[in-house]
C-alpha cells in the first residue's frame, strides 16, 4: 500500500490495526483481509502510532518465535 493510502485511514481504523496487532493471536492475514494492508504497512503503522519502547516489544514479540502472526508453525 503506498503513502497516500496509508494516510487516508481513519483514526478509527488506525486504532483497530493496532489493536488487532498487538493481539499474538491475530495473523496478520486477517489483517490484510480486514484492510488490505500488508505486514509491511502494520509495522509502519505501529511505528509511527506507538511509543518507540512497545513498538520495540510487539517487535521482538512477534520476530523472536514462531507465531501465528506469521503463519509459519
Known amino acids: 500500500m503506498n ?3 496509508l494516510n487516508k ?3 478509527s481504523n488506525i486504532d483497530r490495526i493496532i489493536s ?5 493471536e ?6 490484510k483481509y480486514q484492510y ?21 516489544m510487539w517487535r521482538k ?3 523472536s518465535r514462531i507465531s501465528r502472526k506469521s503463519d509459519k508453525y
Open 3 to 5: 503513502k497516500s493510502k
Open 61 to 63: 514479540r512477534v520476530t
Open 20 to 24: 488487532l496487532a498487538w493481539e499474538d
Open 36 to 56: 488490505g494492508i500488508s505486514e509491511a504497512d502494520v509495522i509502519k503503522i505501529m511505528r509511527k502510532n506507538i511509543k518507540r519502547s512497545s513498538f520495540k
Open 26 to 31: 491475530v495473523p496478520f492475514k486477517s489483517i
Open 9 to 11: 485511514l481513519s483514526s
